[in-house]
């Protein structure tokens, strides 16, 4: 059986975070600086603020949501309302949305 991911205090504001989640904020920050642009899918709305959350890198974060392309968002201004991944990957003709055909983590059964 895992343990629980360990909270850290930090030095600077004395907040609790998850170093893995701190490590996460800091490579998406280098990638972008690379050239490289961060897609999600409702991203906005649900991954960057729990990221955000759990990091304490709120600065970075909002940089990042500024400079992202959040695809369901993008559909949401289009068309007036949200769809999900799995109907999104389902109207692509792809056989599911968020977990592979063998049901571990992958992103439109591409894994």
């Known amino acids: 059986m895992s343990r629980p991911p360990t909270r850290r205090k930090c030095r600077g504001c004395g907040k609790f975070f998850l170093p893995d989640v701190c490590a996460l904020v800091n490579y998406l920050a280098r990638q972008t600086k690379n050239g490289y642009t961060i897609l999600t899918w409702n991203g906005m709305?649900?991954?960057?603020?729990?990221?955000?959350?759990?990091?304490?890198?709120f600065q970075e974060c909002?940089?990042?949501?500024?400079?992202?392309?959040?695809?369901?968002?993008?559909?949401?201004?289009?068309?007036?309302?949200?769809?999900?991944?799995?109907?999104?990957?389902?109207?692509?003709g792809l056989p599911c949305g968020k977990t592979r055909d063998d049901g571990g983590p992958g992103t439109a059964g591409l894994g």
């Open 45 to 57: 709305g649900f991954d960057l603020d729990v990221v955000a959350e759990e990091s304490g890198m």
């Open 62 to 92: 909002r940089r990042m949501a500024r400079n992202h392309v959040d695809m369901m968002f993008h559909l949401l201004c289009l068309l007036g309302y949200g769809v999900s991944l799995d109907s999104a990957a389902k109207g692509m």
